[in-house]
């Protein structure tokens, strides 16, 4: 069974290179580079923002269950 998933893994992989072009032909100007930092920074709020509310609530949960 394991020799079974290696070798789809073996096609799969096999097959995902060979439909990749060897070489790229694309321009990057430089606000792609401004793109991608805004990005990051877009990720990192949206983390702080929706991820202080569940920490909370859990913190909460906790506290309930510990008192009991």
């Known amino acids: 069974m394991k020799v079974k998933k290696m070798k789809n893994r073996r096609y799969g992989v096999l097959l995902i290179f060979s439909a990749l072009p060897l070489s790229a032909y694309a321009y990057v100007d430089p606000g792609s580079g401004m793109l991608v930092w805004q990005g990051m920074i877009a990720l990192v709020g949206a983390i702080i923002m929706f991820g202080r509310n569940p920490l909370q609530s859990i ?8 008192r009991k």
């Open 59 to 66: 913190k909460a949960l906790w506290k309930r269950v510990l």
